[in-house]
C-alpha cells in the first residue's frame, strides 16, 4: 500500500502526559499536513512543511505542540502535557506541490483520548 | 467564523436517484475547492476537485458545479449508490490547494436501497 499511513491509530493517556504521532505520506510528496477533527466539526489545519520546512502554524498549534520533519519524508506531532481538549482525530494528509493545483491526500488518523 | 459552510447536516436518497450536495464559501481568495468522502474511524478520502477557472468537472458518477458569483459549489452523485453513504466534506485553499484547507463541518449522505 503506497497511501498516506499514520501510527498509532489510537492512543489513549492521561491529563498531564506526552503523547508523539507519526505520520509517513506518499513517498514522492513534497508537502506534508496536520490536520485536527472534533466531533461534528471537519478537519482543522494545524501546521504543514514542505520538504523539512515548517511553512506555516496555525493558532489553534498552541506551545505544548510541536511537529517536525527531520529529513523531508516522515514527520511527527507531539503535544506534551496533554489536556482533556486535545482529545481528537489527528489527521496527517500529503501532496506533491506541482505547478498548478495540488490534491491533499489523508491518511487514516490516530484517534487520541486523553482521560 | 465559518469561512465555508455546508448548511445541511444530512441527506436521504434512494438508491438509483440524484444526491446533490451544497456548499458556500465566504473568501473570495479560494481558488480551489475539492469534495472528500469519510468513512467512520478513516480518513477522508478525495473525491473530486475543481479549480476556480472552471465551472464544471466531471468525473463518472460525480460532478462538482461551481458558481463563483454566487460562492457556491454543489456535488452532484448520479446515480447514488448504497456505498455512497458517508459524510461528505467540502473544502476550499488558496493556493491551488498546496496550502491550508478549510473544511466545511460535513454532511451526512444516506442511500438507501
Known amino acids: 500500500d503506497t497511501g498516506v499511513s499514520q501510527n498509532p491509530r489510537h492512543k489513549i493517556t492521561k491529563r498531564g502526559q506526552n503523547v508523539t504521532f507519526r505520520c509517513d505520506p506518499i513517498s514522492e510528496h513534497n508537502r506534508l499536513y496536520w490536520y485536527r477533527q472534533t466531533l461534528g466539526q471537519g478537519p482543522e489545519f494545524l501546521t504543514y512543511?514542505?520538504?523539512?520546512?515548517?511553512?506555516?502554524k496555525s493558532r489553534l498549534l498552541s506551545d505544548r505542540f510541536s511537529a517536525e520533519r527531520p529529513k523531508g519524508s516522515f514527520s511527527t506531532l507531539e503535544i506534551q502535557r496533554t489536556e482533556q481538549g486535545d482529545s481528537a482525530m489527528y489527521l496527517c494528509?500529503?501532496?506533491?506541490?506541482?505547478?498548478?493545483?495540488?490534491?491533499?491526500?489523508f491518511g487514516p488518523g490516530t484517534r487520541l483520548t486523553v482521560l | 467564523d465559518q469561512q465555508v459552510k455546508q448548511n445541511s447536516p444530512s441527506l436521504s436518497v434512494q438508491e438509483g436517484r440524484i444526491s446533490i450536495l451544497n456548499c458556500d464559501y465566504t473568501?473570495?481568495?479560494?481558488?480551489?475547492f475539492l469534495w472528500y468522502k469519510k468513512y467512520p474511524a478513516e480518513g477522508p478520502t478525495f473525491l473530486i476537485s475543481?479549480?476556480?477557472?472552471?465551472d464544471k468537472n466531471e468525473d463518472g458518477r460525480f460532478t462538482v458545479f461551481l458558481n463563483k458569483s454566487a460562492k457556491h459549489l454543489s456535488l452532484h452523485i448520479v446515480p447514488s449508490q448504497p456505498g455512497d453513504s458517508a459524510v461528505y466534506f467540502c473544502a476550499a485553499s488558496d493556493g491551488g490547494g498546496s496550502e491550508k484547507l478549510v473544511f466545511g463541518k460535513g454532511m451526512k449522505l444516506t442511500v438507501n436501497p
Open positions: 475543481i479549480s476556480s477557472i472552471k
Open positions: 494528509a500529503s501532496s506533491f506541490r506541482g505547478r498548478d493545483t495540488d490534491t491533499q491526500y
Open positions: 512543511f514542505q520538504n523539512e520546512a515548517q511553512l506555516e
Open positions: 473568501n473570495s481568495m479560494f481558488d480551489y
